[in-house]
């Protein structure tokens, strides 16, 4: 008899562990809950959406209800686990006729994922302030754009990756906005400063108003709001988008299971928690950051879906262990393309860590193919560790699409190689493509002559 799993959240991870598992053993038993009533959103799209860069959100989901049921999931949704009683294994729920139910089982997997971050501040309970997390949140954005004249002014308070593209998106609706941070830049822990301030300069060549360094004192307004009002000034607003950050969704677990610093479901390279039955996964749990060598917390639906894979093989028999992440991400406003991956300076040395970096700027071909076609720059800084010389992060900048440099960088970290030996990677030439000295050649190179 098949043992009996259950899964709480059917989000990225969720969904990565349910297709692993039926792979691996399609005659698994499998019972999922998800408190929503859509699995497997791409928030990441939310933008596109929002800024009518896509003309619907139909097509931000990559798995749905039918497709897992038809290989033998057990899907529940709008149906929300109430309490897990840990020590009998059993389940309980309500689901979306408001019925009580339990469900048994021999492994447990938490991909309850993680909750915007809703602090205490006066009015953030008035109508026309929003979150972004999910798919109804975007909805309601477009809906609201679509169909309110009244909307003119939108006010953004964030400037993380989602915060600075919200902004592009309602600007491209012709709003105008006002991006609000309490950092004193934008991207401020995803990219140095060197990076983070050409990408502010490009929003505000595009009419966004970038006010740091301000900390959201409360929100006016009788029923709708009405104004932002920060430390340094008050700002009149039609809606507000309020992404300051993420936390860990801990709830079923926090009584029970070993929990990170910061809340997060504390979990081995198998995705294992304090209690051998029960998995976590996605941005409920931790993860290993090959770039400081040691646990931390990075949601991203990339290692989402990674820790989902790890933890459906270890389920169902096969060893399988994470190889840790980098925190790779990258983002594209206006047409400048962002990537990066590892530490930053800066945040090297919030762990302690004295980092080096080496920067250098170049085009991506050689000159004599401006006459062929587009050559646009590319900016790269590459992060080291002054001690041993490991690579720990690494950042691009380009009008040009460089993303897949982000790649191998980011098995760099992860392979612990040396600045120097960066320096000596086979890299091809082809003039269509890029240089007899490759930039990332060049930024290596330059750092073994400091």
């Avoid at 990408?199 to 301000?214: F, H, P, S, V, Y």
């Avoid at 950042?395 to 960088?409: F, K, P, W």
Wanted: aromatic share 8%.
């Amino acid at each position: 008899m098949s043992e009996k799993i259950v899964i709480v959240g059917a989000n990225h991870a969720g969904t990565a562990c349910i297709n692993q598992i039926l792979t691996l053993n399609p005659e698994a038993d499998v019972t999922v809950f998800d408190k929503n009533s859509n699995v497997s959103f791409l928030g990441c799209g939310m933008a596109l959406w929002i800024g009518n860069q896509i003309s619907t959100g139909d097509g931000l989901f990559y798995d749905d209800k039918e497709h897992l049921e038809s290989i033998g999931a057990k899907i529940n949704l709008e149906s929300e686990i109430k309490e897990i009683d840990y020590e009998s294994k059993i389940v309980k729920y309500t689901d979306k006729n408001g019925n009580s139910g339990e469900a048994n089982y021999d492994k447990l997997v938490l991909a309850t994922g993680s909750t915007p971050i809703w602090p205490p501040i006066p009015g953030l309970d008035l109508d026309y302030i929003q979150k972004a997390k999910e798919y109804q949140d975007a909805a309601k954005a477009v809906d609201e754009l679509e169909n309110d004249d009244s909307i003119k002014k939108v006010t953004v308070v964030g400037a993380g990756y989602i915060g600075a593209e919200l902004a592009e998106a309602f600007a491209l609706r012709g709003k105008e906005v006002t991006l609000i941070d309490a950092l004193d830049r934008i991207l401020g822990t995803h990219y140095d400063r060197d990076f983070s301030d050409v990408m502010a300069k490009r929003l505000q060549d595009n009419g966004i108003k970038i006010q740091l360094g301000e900390k959201v004192e409360r929100f006016e307004g009788e029923t709708r709001v009405k104004a932002v009002v920060t430390d340094k000034g008050r700002y009149e607003t039609d809606l507000v988008m309020f992404c300051i950050g993420f936390r860990p969704n801990n709830q079923l677990a926090k009584d029970h299971l070993k929990l990170f610093k910061n809340g997060a479901i504390e979990v081995d390279l198998h995705q294992q928690t304090s209690d051998p039955s029960v998995y976590a996964i996605g941005d409920c749990a931790t993860v290993y950051d090959n770039s400081i060598g040691q646990t931390s917390y990075i949601a991203l639906a990339t290692n989402a879906v990674r820790s989902g894979l790890i933890a459906g093989s270890n389920i169902c028999g096969k060893a399988v262990e994470s190889n840790g992440v980098q925190g790779s991400s990258g983002l594209n406003l206006y047409g400048l393309k962002m990537v990066g991956t590892g530490q930053t300076v800066e945040t090297a040395a919030g762990y302690g860590i004295e980092a080096l970096a080496t920067d250098l700027t170049d085009s991506q071909k050689p000159a004599f193919m401006d006459e062929v076609g587009a050559n646009p720059e590319v900016k790269i800084r590459i992060v080291y560790r002054k001690d041993n010389h490991e690579v720990i992060g690494a950042q691009l900048m380009s009008e040009y699409d460089m993303s897949g440099v982000i790649h191998m960088l980011s098995l760099a970290i992860q392979e612990k190689v040396t600045i120097e030996r960066l320096a000596l990677l086979d890299i091809f030439f082809m003039p269509h493509f890029n240089q007899p000295y490759n930039y990332i050649t060049k930024a290596a190179l330059k750092a073994t002559f400091e």
